[in-house]
């Protein structure tokens, strides 16, 4: 896959094995940040990083889905993609993280609309799906800002620091894009 452009000086690109210690470097530098809602960034390390550069490279071979680098001015400052692609029913989900640093300029925001954009149109997908803990404000808010519908709530569907959290569920549908643009808050 291509990378796609997200906005001025930031791209949303596959990994590459060259990238495992970088990765692994921001991933242990947001910690703190990381782990409060990801699990796996509390032991992520550099191996972690390895495997998860072979299976992102593997998902895109097998084309069921893409998960990438945001890359801003030519550094790591997050990851985003699409988990798998539900071919029989035209669907995908998105996840993403972003380092704490780079929160707040609207680049993840940026970063989501590109690949529903791409989900859209080069794929050809009819509904788009992301599901943020509950109480994840500044995950939740990006799929609020870009007009996604709030579908229900999945109750204890995530196991986050011991305990199962219920999870919001968002989800676009082609016909629904492009929403009427909200204004950015700055607070992602």
């Known amino acids: 896959m291509e990378p796609l452009a997200i906005r001025d000086g930031a ?7 060259a990238d495992a210690a970088e990765l692994t470097a921001v991933v242990a530098e947001n910690r703190e940040h990381l782990a409060r809602w990801m699990p796996w960034a509390a032991t992520y390390g550099h191996q972690d990083s ?7 490279r593997a998902q895109i071979e097998a084309e069921d889905g893409f998960e990438g680098a945001i890359v801003v001015g030519g550094e ?3 990851g985003a ?11 995908t989900s998105i996840g993403y993280w ?25 794929w050809e997908l ?11 404000a500044r995950s939740r808010a990006i799929p609020e800002r870009l007009g ?3 579908e229900g709530v999945l109750r204890e569907a995530k196991l986050v620091r011991g305990r199962y959290e219920d999870a919001a569920l968002y989800a676009m549908l082609v016909s629904d894009w492009p929403p009427t643009p909200r204004v950015a808050t700055g607070s992602e």
């Open 11 to 17: 791209v949303l690109r596959p990994y590459s094995e």
């Open 50 to 56: 390895l495997d998860y550069i072979a299976r992102t």
């Open 76 to 78: 790591i400052v997050g």
């Open 81 to 91: 993609g699409f988990h798998a692609r539900d071919r029989l029913n035209h669907s």
């Open 98 to 122: 972003l380092a704490a640093e780079a929160q707040g300029s609207g680049l993840m925001t940026a970063t989501v609309r590109a690949l529903v954009e791409h989900a859209f149109g080069a």
């Open 126 to 136: 009819h509904r788009v799906v992301i599901e943020a803990v509950v109480d994840n």
């Open 148 to 150: 996604f519908t709030e």
